[in-house]
């Protein structure tokens, strides 16, 4: 509840991290924001010509308009992570000097990716014209998926960020898992691939069963949407981020010696 009270309370503050966040991420860039869509649609692109033309992957909906839906959502997930793990990092300067709630450096830095996954969101429009795709009405499912993914994100932001102080090690340990993890999740193949005995297993990953059924909700005809999964990340994700947030609080008062 403290943790609630607390981002209410700097809430302003948080909105100030994002937005300096986002101008900064693109303000020396010639195409600027443009590069929230351009990024993921690339690698669908890609992802597009491995998957429908050499692995023959049917999926249900054009390749590039699968792997760039499912891109979204990792980019949100990896960038957040990647990104909440520097921002202690990041703003040392602002640690050693005036008293503020410390979490707001991951949790802001998470939320600013949001910011390219709406940009992502609008570029994904031109897609579904030049395919013939219409998205199901129940799209707006999505948004609950999103927001657990964000507190998933946000909690696991916090531990590493907390950590990555301490051993900077980390940044490069967390950039292999994440370079890895994209192969549990179905960007490039779809779930039916995964040997049925084993999707039980595979869908634990939340990112595996927020990612599938986002997609499922959004485009008809493509398979089930996960609730009893998706329950079970809901409940994962609140207790990550209480874990994090809490470690986080903990060894708060060393940050400025670890300097």
């Known amino acids: 509840m403290s943790a609630l009270t607390n981002l209410m309370t700097h809430r302003e503050l948080i909105e100030n991290l994002v937005m300096r966040d986002v101008k900064s991420r693109y303000k020396q860039s010639t195409l600027g924001i443009a590069w929230a869509i351009l990024s993921p649609l690339f690698m669908a ?18 390749f590039a308009v699968y792997s760039y839906f499912g891109l979204l959502f990792w980019n949100l997930f990896a960038q957040g992570v990647l990104g909440a793990t520097e ?23 998470v939320v600013g990716k949001l910011v390219d996954f709406g940009f992502g969101m609008i570029g994904l429009i031109p897609l579904l014209i030049i395919f013939r795709v219409v998205p199901s009405p129940t799209m707006i499912l999505i948004v609950p998926m999103i927001l657990i993914q964000m507190i998933f994100t946000a909690g696991l932001g916090m531990l590493l960020a907390c950590a990555n102080l301490f051993y900077r090690d980390i940044r490069y340990v967390v950039a292999l898992v994440i370079t890895a993890w994209i192969y549990l999740v179905p960007i490039i193949y779809p779930l039916q691939k995964v040997p049925e005995n084993w999707q039980w297993l595979y869908l634990l990953n939340p990112m ?33 981020f209480v874990v994090g947030y809490a470690v986080f609080k903990r060894y708060e008062p060393q940050f400025a010696e670890s300097i």
């Open 208 to 240: 595996a069963a927020i990612i599938d059924s986002a997609r499922n909700v959004t485009f008809r005809n493509l398979g089930v949407v996960h609730w009893n999964y998706l329950a079970i990340d809901a409940v994962l994700s609140v207790f990550v």
């Open 87 to 109: 921002s202690l990092v990041t703003h040392i300067s602002l640690i050693t000097k005036v008293y503020f709630p410390r979490e707001v450096f991951p949790i802001a830095t």
């Open 45 to 62: 692109l890609i992802y597009s010509l491995v998957g429908k033309t050499i692995l023959k992957q049917d999926v249900g909906v054009p």
